[in-house]
């Protein structure tokens, strides 16, 4: 018996056929909301709103979402005042959200008017929800490019004990040696596997790839270090001269660090620079 392929081809499908195809090719906005946590989706819904109350101008509403002590960084390495970014982000693309108790860091690339740039939010929990604390856009070196593809390693659990000043100094400071002596395999040590960083040419790190660095690194000297502490949480911001072989300054970044307190000692996290022209 020969089938009549053409009328075959003419028939129109089903409703149901049409929606079970669908639903194959197409993930559902529900279906890519439920992956997210309850948490996670509160922080993105934060974003979203502040992106939205920038675009329209609602500087009301910019800062109702700002944290009272909240620091942004420009791409250019200058403090951006007024709650208002001084270079306004074209477009974005998030690559990862890791939630740290009442701290959400937030780690994305971005398109500016003049550049392409990694950027790092922290977002902390008030009383009356999520409010932005640290903004810090660091602008990819020309050779370098976006990798969309890229994600931040998963957080990890932290201890429900609160952080502490004196801890986060002696945890700043064994890095700070530990850098300065170029003793990678010590410096390395200080790092979660859940470490996420961006140095000042934009390149992104990952606990890994610190690891699997060949170059030495670079001694610093550090300036007008803030701590801010957040339940097991702590966000380190401040100034860091850098300095060559010759012992010449070659430069001065704003940096931010975040710490987290695990099984009693501290773990590195996340951290971002930016080339600064200004002096501490």
């Known amino acids: 018996m020969q089938r009549d392929w053409k009328g075959v081809m003419k028939r129109q499908p089903s409703p149901l056929a049409v929606l079970l195809l669908v639903a194959l090719l197409v993930p559902s906005t529900c279906a890519l909301l439920s992956a997210q946590t309850p948490?996670?989706?509160?922080?993105?819904?934060?974003?979203?709103?502040?992106?939205?109350?920038?675009v329209q101008s609602e500087q009301r509403d910019v800062a109702g979402l700002l944290d009272d002590n909240a620091g942004e960084i420009a791409a250019d390495g200058n403090l951006a005042t007024g709650g208002r970014p001084q270079v306004p982000v074209l477009s974005y693309h998030r690559l990862g959200i890791r939630i740290y108790k009442d701290v959400a860091i937030v780690t994305s690339s971005a398109r500016l008017p003049t550049a392409e740039a990694h950027v790092l939010r922290i977002w902390v929990r008030t009383v009356s929800g999520w409010r932005l604390l640290v903004s810090q856009q660091t602008a990819l070196a020309p050779h370098l490019s976006q990798s969309p593809a890229t994600r931040v390693p998963l957080a990890r659990i932290v201890d429900e004990d609160d952080a502490e000043t004196t801890g986060v100094q002696e945890a700043e400071r064994a890095r700070l040696d530990a850098r300065n002596r170029k003793d990678l395999a010590q410096y390395t040590t200080l790092l979660g596997d859940d470490y996420a960083g961006i140095d000042s040419t934009g390149l992104y790190r990952t606990k890994t790839a610190e690891a699997d660095r060949q170059r030495l690194l670079e001694a610093r000297t550090p300036h007008d270090v803030d701590a801010r502490i957040v339940g097991p949480?702590?966000?380190?911001?401040?100034?860091?001269?850098?300095?060559?072989?010759?012992?010449?300054?070659?430069?001065?970044?704003?940096?931010?660090?975040?710490?987290?307190?695990?099984?009693?000692r501290y773990e590195c996290v996340a951290e971002q620079s930016t080339t600064s022209t200004g002096h501490p």
């Open 39 to 54: 948490v996670k989706q509160e922080v993105i819904a934060a974003e979203d709103s502040l992106e939205q109350a920038r």
């Open 233 to 264: 949480v702590a966000i380190v911001s401040g100034f860091e001269s850098v300095w060559n072989a010759n012992h010449t300054m070659e430069g001065l970044m704003r940096f931010t660090r975040v710490w987290v307190r695990r099984t009693g």
